[in-house]
């Protein structure tokens, strides 16, 4: 390789690579794989699915099969800020739906959609483990509780 091209290898294309070498041989590590490249991208690109794909010899439905059944892989970048809406029954007695309402409709989002301008994602949890202070949400793993619709605007304009 010329030393000029070196500069041209995306390190994320390298990290991705040295991720795979390191699980090829080992039978049912598909999971790990992608859990590792999500890690890596942010999300899970087609074409690193079917790097992955062709890498491990894994046929690529069976590739996406496992993307589409968990929840936790993401095939669309995620925006800058993501805001996690607690549904789990502390907040769902306590108000939890009046505030994701709030929340879908200050940013024009509904779960799992991210805003236009890539500043929001939204996702809907069973639970964030502060039971305590329902209704909570969690903006980048910083916890939001006893929470009324009406703060809620105020809340977003902490991360614009």
Do not use: W
Request: charged letters at 25%.
């Amino acid at each position: 390789m010329c030393v000029e091209c070196k500069d041209l290898v995306d390190p994320k294309e390298e990290k991705l690579d040295e991720l795979i070498a390191r699980y090829k041989s080992q039978k049912g590590a598909m999971i790990p794989v992608l859990q590792q490249a999500q890690e890596i991208y942010g999300y899970l690109p087609e074409q690193v699915l079917r790097h992955i794909s062709k890498e491990m010899k894994i046929p690529i439905a069976k590739v996406y099969g496992v993307v589409t059944f968990y929840a936790q892989f993401r095939l669309t970048p995620m925006g800058r800020n993501v805001i996690s809406t607690c549904l789990g029954t502390a907040c769902h007695v306590r108000g939890g739906a009046k505030v994701l309402d709030t929340i879908e409709n200050e940013l024009k989002v509904k779960d799992g959609e991210t805003t236009e301008d890539g500043r929001y994602s939204l996702e809907i949890v069973n639970c964030i483990g502060a039971c305590g202070l329902a209704p909570v949400i969690s903006v980048n793993g910083e916890v939001h509780g006893r929470l009324t619709p009406e703060q809620i605007p105020g809340i977003l304009a902490q991360y614009e």
